[in-house]
């Protein structure tokens, strides 16, 4: 870096930033005026944020040239270059309609083509600049964007891969410039997907990308997000996903995965440039994203980038359809690669819990190729790891300050201390409460795209969100988030006693009272019946245990040794339901009356089932059945189920509990379980179930 030495005031000159922007990229709009996230607005915006915060005199400035297309056809199919290429023409206008509705989420009009040309062209143009050293960094504000598009198609409000096109031109079209080593950051609250595709299987571009997943229920739903998708033959390894659980992450869930992943890796690969797909969907008050980054979050995040590759960093805007929100945060950007080194309050806030669940699991997929990965993550990092979960949060509206009105109050998320241990006020992200509520229920349902397809999927994405009952007291609760949360993972719930047939189960699930029981039970909140039954055999013992109970009345009930017994083998039902039906089951299994408001058995107790093979439900302390047991795996899922503890077993054994025989009822039940099952003849039921003790 060049230091002006004869500067009378010994400044350093500032880094020559390139800033791109082009009017005509506005002319790609809704065909009929619809409103629209991806508005023509938003990079209005930007550089109206830009100009009057002074800093495009600071840079150097650049309009767009539209992109050639044999320069596309690097990472896009002809076919699909051909079709951006006519589609704004007259004479597709009676079939562009038709033809955007055939990709997901996609408008078109007669100014798509011209934009998507520009897009690419500029990215393009501004990558090379920067690999060539003619700017030390820079931002092309661009739009449409381009981290969805596919080789073969458009998708996500992106018709061409702006910066897959650019990555793509430096490793073949200018490898005079030595670049050998490209690292994507893609920081949109969406997963690039089609960035993910198209690198694959290349060593030569290191793709990451961090992103809301919701278990793979959050755009572009599925599983191409989740921290497995590592790439393959010569890409394995270069290819990182961090899939947000959830909405409502910030700064401090950001700044960890910088901290534990990507600084490390970015490290040990030593890129040559970095492209940034710099979407800002994920800051605080997006419609769509629902999280909390702030732009002094995306600054530092920046500024970290900045250590690598001697500074050469091209920035591509994605998202970001908070007009406000988006415009500060690139104005932050923008302001971090001039060389801006203003102090930031040193950010408090801790990350959810979920955040270090997540960077371990994606460290533990990538430690194969990456050793830093390796090593251990210091402990302290995790205090509070027992702590709650995001749905133990409780927003609060707080009395403002001032006493004014309602709308300009401030909600804070504090954690709910009933339990004793310390108030959490480190995550004080203040947002107005509308927000904040909308951010977390309603990401997609603003959205209305002139798709019929799109409707009905954004419909039952919206119903599938959870609702937070405000309460009287202005207590916001977000109960229903772990059911919203826990309805998306699936586990097998393993039955060995009356459960085992379907119709005494399916009680549980959708409620009511099969034949032999004396009570009705009240069901689970979510009423879908096993997506799958499978049955297996178990090295613990079955035996039949206590004297009288509120269902079966008279005779004792069936148990599992909580001990594996190599000796003894003992069938098993599994069901596959989710893991809120399971907490379900949980309740009504130990008699508990009440809904807890919170899970019983929440993802840190699969975790911890899994690891130590035995855990009990948070706070529970009563129960015949509260010892949740771990007995094995199947296609990827844990097999759980409920029993006594051990000690309990123990005194079964030595006669201070009482064993005994089944009722009439209840052992028909299970003859009728393992017959109906295909697993047993009624005599073999009957001799299975006489055999059974301890
Ligand atoms: C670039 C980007 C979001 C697409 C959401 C579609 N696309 N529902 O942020
Ligand atoms: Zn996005």
């Not at 690419?120 to 990558?127: E, H, K, S």
């Not at 590592?230 to 409502?248: D, K, Q, S, T």
């Not at 709650?388 to 504090?414: K, N, W």
């Amino acid at each position: 870096m060049e230091e002006s030495a004869t500067s009378p005031l010994n400044h350093r000159r500032e880094p020559r930033v390139g800033l791109l922007y082009d009017e005509r990229m506005c002319r790609h709009d809704t065909p009929n005026g619809e409103d629209h996230p991806e508005c023509p607005q938003r990079i209005k915006a930007i550089w109206h944020e830009l100009e009057s915060a002074g800093v495009t005199q600071r840079c150097l400035v650049f309009g767009a040239e539209e992109v050639k297309d044999s320069y596309v056809a690097g990472v896009h199919t002809g076919k699909h270059v051909d079709l951006i290429r006519r589609v704004s023409s007259r004479q597709f206008n009676s079939r562009r309609k038709k033809i955007a509705a055939n990709f997901n989420s996609i408008y078109l009009n007669d100014g798509s083509s011209e934009s998507a040309f520009l897009a690419a062209g500029g990215v393009l143009r501004l990558t090379e600049k920067v690999a060539t050293g003619e700017i030390n960094s820079g931002v092309a504000i661009v739009r449409p964007p381009g981290h969805h598009a596919e080789h073969d198609q458009a998708m996500g409000f992106c018709l061409f891969n702006n910066v897959a096109v650019a990555a793509n031109f430096l490793l073949n079209h200018r490898t005079d410039l030595g670049i050998k080593k490209i690292l994507i950051v893609d920081w949109d609250v969406h997963h690039g997907n089609g960035t993910q595709k198209m690198f694959w299987n290349d060593s030569h571009v290191l793709f990451f990308s961090v992103h809301r997943f919701d278990y793979g229920g959050f755009y572009p739903a599925g599983d191409d997000g989740s921290h497995m998708m590592i790439g393959e033959g010569l890409g394995a390894g270069f290819n990182i996903n961090v899939p947000w659980e959830h909405g409502l992450c910030g700064d401090a869930d950001y700044h960890a995965v910088w901290d534990h992943i990507l600084m490390p890796v970015a490290d040990s690969y030593n890129p040559d440039i970095i492209l940034l797909s710099g979407g800002f969907d994920a800051a605080m008050g997006d419609p769509l994203g629902g999280c909390c980054v702030t732009p002094e979050g995306y600054s530092i995040m920046l500024k970290k980038l900045m250590k690598f590759a001697d500074g050469k960093i091209m920035m591509a805007l994605e998202g970001g359809y908070n007009l406000k929100t988006l415009s500060k945060s690139v104005l932050a950007c923008v302001n971090t690669l001039l060389g801006e080194t203003s102090n930031f309050e040193k950010l408090d806030a801790k990350p959810f819990q979920s955040t270090w669940r997540v960077i371990c699991k994606v460290r533990h997929e990538l430690s194969p190729f990456w050793p830093v990965f390796s090593e251990q993550l210091p402990k302290e990092l995790f205090v509070g790891k027992e702590k709650p979960l995001i749905y133990e949060c409780f927003c609060r509206v707080a009395p403002s300050q001032d006493g004014s009105s309602e709308t300009d109050s401030e909600v804070e998320l504090i954690k709910d201390d009933s339990d004793g241990l310390e108030v959490d006020l480190g995550r004080s992200d203040r947002l107005p409460i509308d927000d904040l509520i909308d951010n977390v229920t309603s990401p997609l349902s603003k959205l209305n795209i002139g798709n019929e397809n799109e409707a009905t999927s954004l419909d039952s994405n919206a119903q599938s969100c959870l609702e937070p009952m405000v309460m009287a007291d202005g207590m916001v609760s977000s109960a229903q988030l772990w059911r919203s949360h826990l309805s998306k993972v699936d586990i097998w719930y393993g039955c060995y006693g009356s459960n085992m047939w379907m119709p005494r189960f399916l009680c549980y699930i959708q409620g009511g009272q099969a034949e032999g029981m004396q009570n009705p039970c009240r069901g689970s909140k979510d009423k879908t019946p096993p997506k799958d039954i499978l049955w297996k055999m178990v090295t613990h013992q079955l035996f039949f245990g206590r004297s009288y109970t509120k269902t079966w009345g008279e005779g004792g009930v069936a148990f599992l040794h909580p001990k594996t017994n190599d000796a003894t083998k003992t069938h098993v039902c599994l069901y596959r339901i989710t893991l809120e039906q399971f907490n379900d089951v949980l309740l009504q299994e130990n008699l508990l009356e009440e809904d807890p408001g919170l899970p019983l058995f929440d993802l840190s107790a699969i975790d911890s089932v899994v690891q130590n093979k035995s855990a009990t439900p948070l706070g529970v302390k009563e129960g015949w059945y509260i010892n949740v047991l771990y007995l094995g795996n199947e296609r990827g899922l844990p097999i759980i189920t409920m029993t006594c503890m051990e000690k309990d077993a123990e005194e079964f054994k030595s006669g201070q509990l009482p064993l005994c025989r089944p009722s009439k009822a209840y052992e028909s039940t299970l003859v009728k379980g393992l017959v109906e099952g295909k697993q047993l003849s009624e005599e073999e039921a009957v001799d299975y179930l006489r055999k059974a003790t301890l």
